[in-house]
């Protein structure tokens, strides 16, 4: 993913200086030319919960609007990134209408009422919609061509940035970074360490560490990214996160008032241990508004690091060849050449709306950064579902991958309760 395209073409400038300009050319419509259409959103911030209000919802000049102007923009901002990426077009347009049209369905499901009160993120019907269709039907080509994963991560990633402010790092409270540190830390290095033991391929590992311990799908699609991983396994490392979450969604607040700790330290728990932002709010809201509060606060704690820990794992991954043995000496160029681009736009945009912008401009214009990156990101998993195929997965040893993250998740568990229990109820009280 990190690398210049081979491909020929006068304007290839390779694919993470193509998301560059890609993802900053969306914010300058924003700003600048003052782009104010939200991206489809149906029966609102409560769903829908029959099919009156969804017909309602769907069936509107308003949302007319929206799905005309959104595909519009997107389609323009693909074939962009795509010409400069040195990619071929052919067949592109009808290709990516389709996958349009799939992360509106899955964005239809995801809003009925019942899956919103559970958490359910759209993530998780766009990748299994694209795998659905991927297993049971034959891909025509022209499906195929508009298949370019990497280029809408990568531009979800950068606007993204957006929404992850240094100022708000403040806001989080020294103890939710302290807890955040040493979570992440530790968890990132145990859950590496126990790949290892249970001989999982470093690839397989740094994919599973960086999910489990810094912020789920998030740190996994960057890591992804940061390391030319292999879309399969991190499709797989996806589905664990999404699985795995809704269960610890529902029970851990439970168990949180069966041992009867405080609402702050609840909230603590919740934000440094679950890993889908939608899966946190979901548990916080079960435990009350305090361990919102709280858990909404180390979860950006976090989400924070996302940058830091991308731009220290793709130093750690140039330094290593594919056996998994360290280099005697990896030059500047080398590392340079690996090193992602993206997350330099990545941090840009996070300085540009920290230090740059007014603070009224920027939590307007924030709100759109982050349903574009969350509508580029249902792009990206549709079209990891469809070329996924579960007969590939016979070839894989899924079970050390299987097992580590298990287990790697009970240990998190356990290590940020004792942290959050330190810090805020022994600390802090």
């Not at 491909?7 to 300058?28: E, H, P």
């Not at 996302?306 to 160029?333: C, Q």
């Amino acid at each position: 993913m990190g690398n210049k395209s081979e491909k020929s073409g006068l304007l290839n400038i390779g694919q993470d200086w193509a998301s560059v300009v890609a993802g900053f050319l969306m914010i300058a419509i924003i700003l600048f030319a003052g782009y104010n259409i939200q991206v489809p959103s149906f029966a609102g911030k409560t769903g829908w919960g029959d099919f009156s209000s969804l017909l309602a919802g769907l069936f509107s000049s308003q949302q007319a609007l929206s799905v005309s102007a959104t595909l519009l923009l997107f389609l323009t901002i693909a074939i962009i990134g795509i010409k400069l990426s040195g990619e071929p077009l052919k067949h592109f347009i009808p290709g990516f209408i389709t996958l349009f049209v799939l992360a509106l369905v899955a964005q239809i499901i995801s809003s009925f009422t019942g899956f919103k009160n559970y958490g359910l993120e759209t993530v998780i019907f766009s990748l299994a919609i694209g795998l659905l269709i991927g297993n049971l039907t034959q891909l025509p080509s022209w499906i195929r061509s508009a298949l370019h994963t990497e280029l809408y991560v990568k531009i979800g990633l950068i606007l993204l940035g957006g929404t992850i402010l240094f100022g708000d790092i403040l806001k989080a409270g020294g103890l939710g970074m302290i807890q955040a540190v040493v979570v992440v830390f530790g968890v990132w290095y145990f859950a590496f360490w126990l790949a290892k033991k249970l001989k999982v391929d470093d690839e397989y590992a740094t994919l599973l560490a960086s999910a489990v311990s810094i912020c789920g799908v998030s740190a996994a699609i960057a890591t992804a990214g940061a390391i030319n991983g292999d879309k399969k396994k991190l499709s797989l490392v996806v589905s664990l996160v999404l699985i795995v979450a809704v269960p610890m969604m529902v029970f851990m607040p439970i168990l949180a008032q069966w041992i009867g700790l405080s609402d702050e330290v609840t909230g603590a728990w919740l934000g440094g241990t679950i890993d889908t932002t939608g899966a946190v709010v979901g548990a916080g809201t079960i435990a009350g508004e305090t361990g919102l509060k709280y858990a909404t606060i180390i979860k950006f704690s976090q989400n924070v690091l996302l940058g830091v820990a991308a731009f220290a794992i793709s130093i750690f991954w140039a330094y290593r060849n594919r056996d998994g043995e360290k280099r005697e000496r990896v030059s500047l160029s080398v590392l340079w050449e690996r090193f992602p681009k993206f997350v330099l736009g990545f941090v840009a945009v996070s300085i540009i709306y920290s230090f740059l912008l007014d603070a009224d401009t920027a939590r307007e214009s924030g709100k759109f950064l982050k349903s574009f990156s969350g509508f580029w990101f249902n792009l990206a998993f549709i079209s990891i579902g469809l070329e996924t195929r579960f007969a590939d997965f016979k070839k894989l040893d899924n079970k050390g991958p299987v097992n580590t993250f298990l287990i790697a998740q009970g240990f998190n568990i356990i290590l940020t309760l004792i942290v959050a229990y330190v810090l805020f109820e022994l600390i802090a009280k």
